[in-house]
């Protein structure tokens, strides 16, 4: 058992929170949270843990409902940044082969067929260190976001890190969300990336934060990192003023020719205790279940949804690796009761019943 007190963060308040100014939405979000306090948390014997993600899971959100997300690799491959989790990067030889920038009118041809098939919102990724300033590539961008919202989609993009004047264009032309994620703990950053810091990735999510765009951040598990990496990203994230709006939980996909390609898989169960405590921490936040769901059992993605998933990437490819396609995915949900959040509803403000 943990040998600190476990904390029962939202027992008193549960009540309280139904009467936010948002239906659902908790109000008193904690932004305190301790390095042993998240361990104890997440070491809870599974069950309990389960128990108490489910507990906050049904006041901050749709119960029953799921977040379709799709996406798309705008601009694939050649990264100069080495990332060695990434088949994209031009360090490692990967067999990715390197795609110019997409044309908008393709990109918005592929974001009209995820709608059709029923995702909410359309997240276009640039394997870029940073989009290049004043370029024609990230005036194509900001066309895609507003085209894309003008589908009547939630519009996320993940571009690299952002100065202020970028992050200000794309909140002009409507984007919803900006993923950028932590990926690790601090101090395990510099065992994955060294082309960058851990400080420049803050930065960039408080711009975004600044500029009034959601934040959707995570991470990756199955690197190599202990779980005290793990819990201390999600302290990370938490602590953040706001919370993310989303937190992408990827589990490694090891890609050979990157350094990680020897990495063990993660355990499923391992992926269920960050979910659940990524509820617990982000009690308002999308939890997403990312990569590496094509290994994973049905049985196994419905815990991950118990533990308080309720996103998911939809559609047969993430960026470069595959993905479960539409018709599982629809079929799983069908089976499990749950549904696809619709795009009018997929707002931080939906109510829980
Ligand atoms: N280049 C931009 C960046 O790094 O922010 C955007 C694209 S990048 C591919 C987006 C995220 O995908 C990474 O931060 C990482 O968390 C995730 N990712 C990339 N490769 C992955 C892999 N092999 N397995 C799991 N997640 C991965
Ligand atoms: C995130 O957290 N996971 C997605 C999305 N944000 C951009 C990317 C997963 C990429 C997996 C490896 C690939 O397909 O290249
Ligand atoms: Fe480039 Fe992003 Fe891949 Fe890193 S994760 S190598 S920045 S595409």
């Not at 031009?90 to 110019?100: F, I, L, P």
């Amino acid at each position: 058992m943990p040998s600190v007190k476990v904390p029962g963060p939202y027992a008193g308040n549960l009540a309280l929170s139904r009467h936010s100014a948002k239906p659902g939405e908790m109000t008193d979000v904690r932004h305190d949270w301790s390095r042993d306090e998240a361990r104890a948390l997440h070491d809870l014997p599974l069950t309990d843990l389960l128990f108490r993600a489910q507990e906050v899971h049904r006041v901050t959100q749709p119960r029953d409902a799921v977040q379709l997300c799709s996406l798309l690799s705008i601009k694939t491959g050649a990264c100069q940044e080495d990332c060695s989790y990434c088949p994209q990067s031009s360090k490692y030889d990967t067999g990715v082969e390197a795609e110019r920038l997409m044309d908008v009118q393709d990109v918005l041809s592929k974001a009209r067929e995820a709608k059709a098939a029923g995702a909410s919102r359309f997240c276009m990724g640039a394997a870029w260190r940073s989009p290049k300033k004043g370029s024609r590539q990230f005036q194509q961008v900001l066309d895609m976001v507003r085209g894309v919202r003008e589908l009547g989609l939630e519009a996320c993009a993940t571009l690299g890190m952002l100065d202020e004047e970028q992050t200000q264009e794309l909140k002009d032309a409507g984007l919803t969300a900006y993923n950028h994620n932590l990926d690790t703990s601090e101090e395990y950053y510099g065992e994955i990336i060294t082309t960058r810091t851990y400080r420049d990735r803050l930065e960039t999510i408080g711009r975004v934060a600044a500029a009034g765009i959601s934040v959707c951040a995570g991470g990756i598990i199955g690197m190599g990192e202990s779980v005290d990496d793990r819990v201390a990203m999600l302290v990370t994230l938490a602590n953040l003023t706001p919370q993310p709006e989303s937190v992408p939980v990827n589990a490694l996909v090891a890609v050979p020719g990157t350094p990680l390609s020897d990495q063990a898989p993660v355990d499923s169960l391992e992926l269920v205790r960050m979910c659940a405590t990524a509820r617990i921490m982000m009690p308002n936040a999308r939890v997403r279940l990312s990569a590496g769901r094509a290994s994973l059992s049905r049985e196994s993605q419905l815990l991950c949804f118990m533990a308080g998933a309720n996103s998911i990437f939809f559609g047969d490819k993430l960026l470069t690796t595959g993905n479960p396609d539409h018709d599982s995915d629809l079929a799983l949900l069908r089976e499990a009761g749950l549904r696809p959040l619709e795009p009018e509803q997929a707002t931080a403000s939906d109510a829980a019943e």
